[in-house]
């Protein structure tokens, strides 16, 4: 094809309007022009065999360009072209695309989807300007195969855009060839200056849309809530979050705009407001907070056209901070107090605080009767009742037995629920709604449960779930600690009990053998024969109490070293008891000391036969010693959950409070039994709790005016 024969405008394919003529040149007519019906009638395959330069396809979408407007320009087109077909056509790639015709229909399903090269609209695209055929087949520039039967005339224009890029064809044709006249061609030259107007409009409102649609997009990604208004105070944009936050907010039910908008009104009074703190509340009655942003949109005059808004969530850095406060306010009172039931309190006020929860309470584990024991409790102020508590929880009763049994937190959304594993005595369903309990660990084995209750119905939440924990973590870290605390100190108490035991204990027998066996050996015939055998006697007995001493003394320590072997076999603990009860009997004979003795036909425990009547013997001796004459003394024996408790009374004064845990050292009397000699090593006590702890029990001193007891738990299962 040749395009320097004079048959393509050169310039803009503009027409001068003064004269009508094209203005750099004239173009070639080859065949006069011929108008009319039969042109119209025999249009289909002509104009295929002219403009297709390609195989009929299915019309194609048009996107964003397609326009019943476009229609209509093609028929202005054709009209003030005075042809009986026209069409505009947008460039896509390297093929040319329908976006507007007039004419038969099916003859605009071939050029549905024309390729540049090849086409006379191709032509149009590459030049850049006009391109005016007469008569196509004498026209060289007309691709071979383009036209195969009859000629035709082509009057084709550029459609560009506001930079002066070809953008598409604006064109019209006749079925006969024909000399175009200047105002035809100036009608199609103005027809393409509308086209380049309405595909920009089209361009710019798709572009537009596209902008919309990004900025919406970005919006509704943010964590921040985004609102705008007009000149008049009307919301006028609101992005996801900020929707999900007017949902969530109990003010408004109808899930719209409600008290957070406040900034917007002031932006509109020409305020600009940055990082203002803003709390609202959530469905679920925590308080949630937030950081405000606000300015006013000006217009082209400066004037305030309306306003937006970003509300920035920052309850989570909010909690995060007040979580670090709760640590710290927890690992304080750890830090002063003597154990962790007077610690409890202060944690548990701090646990309820941070929460924002009205309700917490701390159980540990009473190993020898196998149940949880509440040690601390806490209830926020103005809370309207205090809440139940049982004085136990067995395994797995409960929600602190099932968070001791399942040894995991567990998160209950609603404790007025049957399932809630909260009993309804204690639930108060009308005032308790979400609980939360984490075991408490010592390192190896759960200890202890902490619990905490809100008023309302919350979904479970890890950040509450992790501290709940950590601060678990730090009860159980503070137990662990105290007992090798402790433990430090029993041995360094041990070791001087023992120097002064025997600078004491093993001096008093000492002295007295050595001092009997001088009045023997310095004693004449007649001495010997009248007070001999009570000398002998005294040596005797105090070699006894020496010998007692140092058995009671070598089986501690092997305790203490783990180097005793306490055997755990089922044996009948109300028969040892029993047993001992009848010889003690028997031995004290009429001395003015009555045993009482409740005990149960049997109670099979897993334990040392012989060191358990050794223990049973020593704590009823210690009792007949300190009893008053005439007072009593009583043995029980009963099963209390899934434990056996043995408690020994005596009828004397109570042991002083302070005294009580004294007298599990050794070697320590109470204040009581310093009136009078008392046989008997003192190591009684010390060495019961060694065995009895080695059975996985527990050892302690209670009492009031009317006597002191001794009682001892053991459990009834194998641990």
């Not at 010592?442 to 919350?458: K, M, P, Q, R, Y």
Request: charge should be negative; include cysteine.
């Amino acid at each position: 094809m040749n395009e320097d024969d004079g048959r393509v405008d050169s310039g803009d394919g503009r027409v001068n309007r003064d004269d009508g003529r094209v203005h750099d040149q004239d173009p070639v007519r080859a065949v006069p022009a011929a108008t009319g019906e039969a042109g119209a009638v025999t249009g289909a395959h002509l104009l295929r065999d002219v403009l297709a330069g390609a195989a009929a396809r299915p019309v194609l979408h048009r996107g964003v360009l397609t326009s019943g407007t476009a229609d209509q320009l093609a028929a202005l087109t054709a009209r003030g072209a005075q042809t009986p077909s026209a069409c505009i056509q947008f460039v896509e790639g390297d093929r040319l695309r329908l976006y507007g015709s007039w004419g038969v229909s099916a003859d605009w399903d071939a050029i549905a989807d024309t390729p540049l090269e090849g086409s006379l609209g191709g032509m149009v695209v590459r030049s850049g300007g006009a391109v005016i055929v007469d008569d196509a087949t004498a026209d060289d520039r007309v691709p071979p195969g383009v036209v195969r039967k009859h000629g035709g005339a082509y009057l084709g224009y550029p459609v560009h855009d506001r930079l002066g890029q070809v953008l598409g064809v604006c064109c019209a044709y006749d079925l006969r060839p024909r000399a175009w006249a200047p105002e035809q061609m100036t009608a199609v030259a103005e027809a393409a200056e509308v086209a380049t107007l309405l595909i920009g409009e089209q361009l710019a409102r798709h572009e537009l849309e596209q902008q919309h649609r990004f900025l919406d997009a970005v919006l509704d990604s943010l964590h921040d809530g985004v609102t705008a208004c007009d000149a008049a105070g009307r919301v006028v944009f609101a992005n996801e979050r900020m929707r999900r936050l007017w949902a969530d907010d109990p003010r408004d039910g109808s899930g719209g705009p409600g008290g957070g908008e406040l900034g917007l009104y002031r932006a509109l009074r020409g305020e600009r407001v940055r990082d203002e703190p803003v709390t609202r509340p959530g469905r679920t009655r925590r308080t949630r907070h937030f950081l405000m942003d606000a300015q006013p949109i000006l217009g082209p005059d400066a004037s305030v056209v309306g306003a937006v808004q970003a509300m920035q969530d920052v309850t989570r850095q909010r909690r995060a901070e007040r979580f670090r406060s709760c640590e710290l306010a927890v690992t304080t009172a750890l830090a002063g107090a003597p154990s962790i039931e007077a610690a409890g309190p202060r944690m548990l006020e701090a646990v309820v605080a941070t929460l924002d929860w009205v309700h917490a309470e701390l159980w540990m584990l009473d190993p020898p009767a196998g149940v949880l024991r509440p040690a601390a409790r806490w209830s926020a102020p103005g809370w309207p009742s205090a809440v139940r508590v049982p004085e136990t929880l067995a395994y797995g009763q409960g929600l602190a037995g099932r968070a001791w049994q399942v040894d995991e937190p567990l998160w209950i959304q609603d404790v007025g629920q049957p399932q809630s594993l909260v009993p309804a005595a204690e639930a108060s369903p009308e005032r308790l709604h979400t609980a939360l309990a984490v075991p408490v660990h010592d390192g190896s084995e759960a200890i202890g449960v902490l619990t905490g209750f809100a008023d309302a119905v919350e979904d479970p939440e890890d950040e509450l779930v992790a501290l709940m924990s950590g601060i678990a973590a730090h009860m159980g870290q503070f137990v662990e600690r105290r007992r090798v605390e402790d433990l430090q100190r029993q041995l360094v108490r041990s070791k001087n009990e023992y120097l002064a035991l025997i600078g004491h204990e093993l001096r008093t027998p000492l002295t007295s053998i050595s001092a009997y066996t001088e009045l023997l050996r310095e004693a004449d015939e007649e001495t010997l024969v009248r007070d001999g055998p009570r000398l002998i006697e005294v040596v005797e007995r105090n070699a006894l109490a020496l010998r007692e001493i140092i058995n009671e003394l070598l089986e501690l320590s092997a305790l203490d070293a783990g180097h005793a072997d306490v055997r755990r076999t089922p044996m009948d603990l109300a028969e040892v008891v029993r047993d001992v009860v009848d010889r003690t009997r028997a031995a004290i004979g009429a001395a003015p000391v009555v045993i009482d003795a409740d005990l149960p036909t049997e109670l099979i425990v897993p334990g040392d036969r012989d060191r358990l009547r050794h223990i049973v013997e020593n704590l009823l001796g210690s009792a007949i010693r300190y009893s008053p004459d005439g007072g009593h003394v009583e043995v029980s024996l009963r099963r209390a959950g899934r434990t056996a408790e043995l408690a020994v009374s005596d009828a004397a004064a109570d042991v002083p409070r302070d005294e009580r845990e004294k007298l599990f050292t050794g070697r320590y009397r109470t204040s009581r039994g310093h009136d009078r000699t008392l046989p008997g090593s003192g190591l009684g006590l010390t060495l019961s709790r060694a065995v009895v702890e080695r059975l996985h029990g527990s050892v302690e001193l209670t009492g009031g005016d009317s006597g002191t007891t001794v009682l001892v738990r053991l459990p009834l299962d194998v641990r």
